[in-house]
């Protein structure tokens, strides 16, 4: 009974959250993976949830003939809207200002004069209330201490900094000329600084997880993939990269550790050649759709648009054990709309998404088991989530579409 009310708790928690936040003020899956999955061509057409919309905008370099970006949070539609914007109305060096160091001094009028008239009512509503957001002052002086996922990489870097020599031991582990010293500075001068009890604590609080976008069904499968559970599992996943991944060119932890990309160290989009072969033409291949995965292919669908990549990222854990339901639902979908040679990737938080097993699609008055129309890259996808600089993801799954 206890389980039950503690549960229904925290779901109102993250629904509340969720219903009112920016969750994701970047995405934390690793687009270099992706690329070597989807093996992108100029005639694909890529459905990606959008989250920090880094992704989308990074698979548009690859000059495939749309992406559609799809988010059902529409402050997630907001943020890439804004950097839409910036790409088409902006030179390089104030976007990056703004996306690359997270804070603009002239934000307001850049705001007012070249993003705002681009944008959807619903963007204009949550921007003109957020333009604070990139003023480099305050707790928050960075775009990327904003939003929850930003909360908790602000507080991070609080507790880094009061905690004694952390600070000085986590750039030195940044910076480390090889993965040898990175290793060693972590081992001698980073961990024993790092993992206090009160850092145990917090990581497996549930209110934590929420905050990093993480609901009931994930935390249940985060739980599984870790015999001490979640703090295990965290702890586990960071040790991983801190200690196996060369971190130096890691911008996923160098921006949450900073605030700030590095121009050297950063996503493919805020590079300046690949700024202006976006500005040149490729963002118009950008569609995007504030509405659930189901619903927008039902959607392109009724337009005769096959899609033939689909980038789940780990969505799928969010509806996981409790609602095969919704899952075929979506997977009929993602069946019905899929053109020629389709191939789908996605990501789990633990190494095996065993939920698929129970989805059963109905097809031609039969009920197939979802796994039979999917033929999964194991090798491959193995060699790759190795590869990921993330390192927060217990699975990484890349299947192509198979007829009935
Ligand atoms: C599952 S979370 C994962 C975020 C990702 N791991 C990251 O860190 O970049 C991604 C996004 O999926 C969206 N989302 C979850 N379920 C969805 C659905 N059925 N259709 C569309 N978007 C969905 C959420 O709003 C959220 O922005």
Not at 30 to 50: F, M, Q, S
Not at 130 to 145: E, I, L, N, V
């Amino acid at each position: 009974m206890a389980n039950r009310i503690a549960e229904r708790f925290h779901r109102q928690v993250f629904d509340a959250l969720y219903n009112s936040s920016l969750v994701y003020n970047a995405c934390w899956e690793d687009p270099a993976c992706d690329r070597a999955a989807l093996e992108l061509g100029g005639d694909d057409r890529v459905l990606v949830i959008t989250s920090g919309g880094c992704n989308a905008l990074d698979y548009l370099l690859c000059a495939p003939a749309r992406v559609h970006a799809v988010d059902a949070n529409p402050r997630q539609t907001a943020l890439l809207e804004l950097k839409a914007a910036g790409i088409r109305a902006l030179d390089h060096d104030d976007f990056w200002l703004l996306f690359g160091e997270g804070r603009h001094p002239d934000f307001p009028a850049l705001y007012r004069r070249h993003l705002r008239p681009q944008l959807t009512a619903f963007a204009r509503a949550w921007w003109d209330r957020r333009q604070h957001w990139f003023a480099g002052d305050g707790w928050c002086d960075s775009f990327y201490f904003r939003g929850l996922s930003g909360l908790v990489a602000r507080a991070m870097r609080t507790f880094i900094d009061r905690r004694k020599g952390l600070r000085p031991a986590v750039g030195a582990m940044l910076d480390a000329p090889t993965l040898e010293d990175q290793r060693m500075v972590y081992d001698r001068e980073v961990a024993p600084r790092l993992w206090t009890p009160g850092l145990r604590w917090a990581v497996s609080r549930r209110t934590t997880l929420s905050l990093l976008g993480v609901p009931h069904e994930q935390t249940l499968e985060v739980a599984r993939a870790h015999e001490q559970g979640v703090a295990g599992f965290v702890r586990a996943s960071i040790e991983r990269v801190f200690r196996e991944l060369p971190l130096r060119d890691n911008y996923f932890w160098q921006v949450y550790v900073h605030g700030a990309y590095r121009r050297d160290c950063c996503p493919e989009y805020l590079k300046p050649a690949e700024f202006a072969r976006l500005k040149a033409g490729l963002i118009d291949r950008l569609e995007l759709h504030t509405a659930t995965v189901t619903a927008t292919l039902r959607g392109l669908a009724g337009r005769g648009e096959p899609v033939t990549r689909f980038v789940l990222l780990d969505h799928m854990d969010w509806m996981g054990a409790s609602r095969p339901d919704l899952l075929a639902e979506e997977w009929d979908a993602i069946h019905a709309s899929a053109g020629r040679g389709a191939r789908a990737i996605f990501r789990s938080a633990h190494a095996d998404a065993a939920y698929l097993a129970a989805v059963r699609l109905g097809l031609r008055g039969r009920q197939v088991p979802l796994t039979e129309l999917l033929a999964f890259r194991r090798e491959l996808a193995a060699e790759l989530h190795r590869r990921d600089r993330v390192g927060t993801y217990g699975g990484f799954h890349i299947a192509d579409l198979v007829a009935a």
